[in-house]
C-alpha cells in the first residue's frame, strides 16, 4: 500500500475493478456509509488520490442505481455508469461531479478505443472462489474482471473497435440519467451530457428495420378491431383473441410459443416499482427482464379475467394459461397460432372490401405471418420505451443490431 501511495494515486497501469456486484448485493448497501461494502472495493476506493473524491463519486453513483435498482434495467445502468466511475478514478483523476462536456467526449472517445488492460479477452465474472475448491463459500474480488469485452470479428476500424456507435448510444443515455439525477438533487446546476446526447451524435447510422415486416399503426387496429369483433360475434373466439395480444404484449415469436407457451399463466406476471410487468416462468429467467406494459395486464388481462370467472382470484395465484387450447389446457402449436392469425386477416380484409375498399395483392393483411405481431409490437413498443428497456425483450441480438432495427430508421424517418 506505500508503494501505491509514493506513486501518487492509481494510473493507468493500474488494472480497473469491480465497483458493484448483483442486484441483491446493491439493495443490501447503506445509502449514507460504506459499511456493508465489499471490503476490496472499499480498500480501493480508500487507497485513490484524494483528488479524485473516490468515496463521493462513488456513492453519488450507488446512490443512482439504488434509484434503478430493478431487474429489467440494473445490469446495463450498472455497465455504463461504473466504466465513466473508473474512467473518473483510475484515467482523468477528476470527481465524477467535476465532468464538463469536454470530459464526457473524451469518455466517449475512450470507450470507443479502450487500451488492451481495460478490455478482457473473454467474459469474467465479477467476484471468483478463494480457492480452487468448488465447495468454497468465500469469494473474492476477480483480478482479471474488465468492464470491456473485445468485439467480435469484423467489428474492428483502425484498432480494436470495442463498441459500436448504438451502444455508445446507450452508454450515453445512461449517463445522462445520471446528471439529470444529480440536477434533481441539486447537486449540479447544469447537465454536462445534455446537448450531446440531444445530438444523436452516437447513434446508429444505418437502418436495417424499415417496417416492412410490421403493420403500420392504422392497419394494426384494422387488425384489432377484427379480432375483438369476432370475439363478440363468437364468444369462443374470445381465446384467441387474448392469445394473439398476449403475442403481441409479451413479444413472443413462434419458437417461444413451442418452447414454452405451455409454461405461461397469468400468475407468471409480476409487477415492478414502475408499473411495467415481467414474467416468472421457472426454466426462463430471461423472461424476468422482460418489460410488459401495464395495459397488457389492465386490459387484455383482465377481460380474459372476466370471461373465464377468475377475475375475482388475485393476480399471482390464477392458474389460467396465457396461451391455451380450446379446452383450456396450457399450449398449443405455433402452427396453430398462425391459423387463427391468418383468420383474422382474412376478416379484416372482407371488411374493407364491404366498405367498398380494396385490397391490393401487396396488402399486409396477404403477406404477414404470425411473427408480424411480435415485430410489430416491438416497433411499437420502441416508439415510447429506450433502447435500454426493450433490449431484454429483443432478445438473441446486439445492442447494435437491435438498435439499427427499432430505432435508428425511426430517426432516419424523422429526417426525411
Known sequence: MAELMLLGGWKMDVPPFPCFFGLKDLQGLNTHDLDKENSEVRQKLEWIDVKCAAISSYSLVKAFLLEHALDSRYGIYRSAIEKLLLWCLLVTEKPIIKLDEQDIRAFMDFCLYPPDDWVAKQPEKRLRRASNKRTSKVFVVNAFWRPFRAGPVGEEISGARISGYASLAVELAVINSFYLFLCAEDMIDINPVGSLHRSKHYSGREAVHN?????S?????????????LAISDGEFERRLF??????????????????????????LFERKDGTYGLRVEGYPELERVCISSDYVTRWVARYRAYVGTGLIPLDRDPTPLISTQSGRPGVSS???NLLFKQVCSEVMVKIKLGGGIVSDDSSFRRATL?????????QAAKSMSLTELYPSIRETTYDTAHARFYAWQFQSDSD
Open 217 to 229: 399503426i392504422s392497419d394494426w387496429n384494422l387488425f384489432v378491431e377484427a379480432a375483438e369483433s
Open 211 to 215: 417496417g416492412a415486416k410490421s403493420f
Open 371 to 379: 411473427s408480424w405481431i411480435r415485430e410489430t409490437g416491438l416497433v
Open 243 to 268: 392469445l394473439l395480444m398476449s403475442i403481441y404484449h409479451l413479444f413472443l415469436r413462434p419458437a417461444d410459443i413451442d418452447r414454452f407457451g405451455a409454461n405461461l399463466a397469468i400468475k407468471s
Open 335 to 337: 402452427r396453430h397460432a
